[in-house]
């Protein structure tokens, strides 16, 4: 399967800063998800970000908050913006075909720390 | 709407003992199911999927499911757990018509005594 460099793989930020993380696939990937996880919790998407379009948020989640960009079939980033304490987690990007049988892979995950 | 249940938020297992980690869904059609590890400070591991066929996948690192459509359950086996296994588990669940968007379980901390 194809494989994702995440980046940065953990940050302590300032409160009212903004934080972009980056996702580089090694082939190109027709789906990028983007989740939160939250200590010791499951995984929460926060968008699906396909390539020539604007992401898809869920619910709870906006654009202002989470900018997110795809310029290119390999590529992703999300903004976390005007962090407070309460954006600490950790933020996994996640790429898949776009065919269910075919499996999600993921990044390394970005360990965000807000202080 | 569709859902995952891992009834276990921890299981805590004796080296070489064998073990179950359960994975029950709801979804109206047939569910692509997966299963993912996730090791301290790591992202997530594909360990095995179910599509369609043989109801009894055969994964990485000795694990193996089975999907009971009756029951509509997905639980990993393994005979013979390691101490390395210690990790998070994660059961998962796809479908054509949500966009191929996964909807999680909880997970279960596998915790395995010396």
């Known amino acids: 399967s194809a494989v994702i460099s995440q980046k940065p793989s953990r940050d302590i930020c300032q409160r009212g800063t903004s934080l972009t993380i980056q996702c580089q696939v090694d082939?190109?990937?027709?789906?990028m998800f983007w989740y939160r996880q939250q200590p010791g919790q499951s995984l929460t998407l926060i968008a699906t970000?396909?390539?020539?379009?604007?992401?898809?948020?869920e619910s709870g989640f906006v654009i202002d908050k989470f900018p997110i960009s795809r310029p290119n079939l390999t590529f992703s980033t999300l903004t976390v913006s005007n962090m407070s304490p309460e954006d600490s987690s950790i933020y996994l990007c996640?790429?898949?075909?776009?065919?269910?049988?075919?499996?999600?892979?993921f990044g390394q995950g970005t360990r965000l720390t807000v202080v | 709407a569709q859902s995952v249940t891992q009834p276990d938020i921890h299981i805590t297992v004796s080296e070489g003992a064998s073990l179950e980690l359960r994975c029950n869904y709801s979804y109206g059609a047939t569910p692509y199911l997966f299963w993912y590890v996730q090791s301290p400070g790591q992202g997530l591991q594909l360990l095995l999927k179910y599509f369609s066929g043989d109801t009894l996948v055969q994964g990485i690192k000795g694990f193996e499911a089975e999907f009971k459509r009756s029951q509509s359950s997905f639980n990993l086996r393994k005979p013979s757990v390691h101490w390395s296994d210690a990790a998070e588990y994660f059961c998962?669940?796809?479908?054509?018509?949500?966009?191929?968007?996964?909807?999680w379980g909880a997970g279960t901390k596998l915790i395995i005594k010396p």
């Open positions: 970000a396909n390539q020539g379009s604007e992401a898809t948020y």
């Open positions: 996640s790429g898949t075909e776009g065919a269910a049988n075919t499996e999600a892979f």
């Open positions: 998962a669940v796809g479908a054509e018509d949500s966009n191929y968007q996964l909807i």
């Open positions: 082939s190109q990937v027709t789906m």
